[in-house]
């Protein structure tokens, strides 16, 4: 039998300032954001255009309001709506966690439409290049869960490697689940979706790469799923799938549909010279 690593004690606060702490859950969804908006502004350029780097800088605000509020509202809504329903308040205390990443889609995807509809863009085209950068933020998020030691994984066998004991979670050695999810729903995914880039043959199908992230993060969150031990107040549900299990479902068959759809569409040429102008 292997000796099992004990979870390194890490300090969920990066540094205080004054009497404001700065979380390393935070800093995830700030450096998420900006990394995301910065690559975003080359995506947007590339041939056939989606917009410009300056509407990119425009959309951090929309994409940062939808991934909050969308997040935080899914969370409510998804995993404990009898509880706040009956603590209303509580859905304000967002520094105690409980963000939803199906929720944050939904978020994003209205502010999206919001957008381009202000602003006249291709809403598929300019999805398909936000969703490039998603896996960048969701991978920094996994990072952060796993140095709070949260969300940690199901019982591991004693001769896996890396079964590691977590604060809250007993005794047992455990799957670091956090990191299983680092590495398939953020750098593989990321890998994936940038290579997909590359090939101006696919970006000229509005919704492919948009439709190709969703199945991707639907196939790679269901595979975590199974070493991820489910929320307590949760647990299984019927048949023995889980929560996040069930919500990427849907996630799954929007994100076939779309490719079909993509695949059965003309071909996108891009932003007129005379709207870029205009922006």
């Known amino acids: 039998m292997l000796p ?32 995301g908006i910065t690559l975003l502004r080359r995506l947007v350029n590339l041939p056939p255009r989606a917009g ?21 509202l899914g969370y409510v809504l998804f995993y404990q709506p009898g509880y706040y329903i009956t603590h209303p308040l509580a859905m304000l205390e967002v520094w105690h966690g409980g963000m939803s990443f199906h929720g944050g889609a939904l978020g994003v995807i209205i502010a999206m439409m919001l957008f381009t509809w202000r602003h006249k863009l291709n809403f598929l085209a300019f999805a398909d290049r936000v969703t490039i950068a998603v896996p960048i933020g969701l991978g920094l998020g996994r990072v952060a869960n796993f140095i ?18 977590f604060p809250d979670g007993g005794p047992i050695p455990r799957h670091p689940s956090q990191l299983y999810e680092a590495l398939t729903e953020g750098l593989l995914l990321f890998l994936i979706m940038f290579a997909a880039s590359r090939k101006l043959s696919i970006r000229e199908r509005p919704g492919f790469l948009a439709g190709m992230f969703l199945a991707g993060y639907a196939c790679a969150r269901s595979f975590c799923e199974f070493f991820r031990e489910p929320d307590s107040f949760l647990g299984f549900l019927p048949g023995g799938i889980t929560m996040g299990q069930l919500l990427c479902c849907p996630m799954l068959a929007a ?9 059965r569409h003309p071909v996108y040429e891009g932003i007129p010279p005379e709207a870029e102008a205009k922006q």
């Open 255 to 263: 994100g076939i549909a779309l490719m079909v759809y993509a695949n």
């Open 4 to 35: 099992v690593l004990m979870f390194p004690q890490f300090n969920p606060v990066l540094v205080h300032v004054g009497p404001f702490a700065i979380r390393w859950y935070a800093l995830s969804y700030i450096l998420g954001i900006v990394l």
């Open 52 to 72: 410009t780097p300056e509407l990119a800088d425009d959309f951090l605000a929309w994409v940062t309001l939808g991934i909050l509020m969308g997040g935080r």
């Open 148 to 165: 709070n030691g949260e969300l940690w994984g199901r019982e591991a066998p004693d001769s896996l490697p890396w079964a590691m004991i």
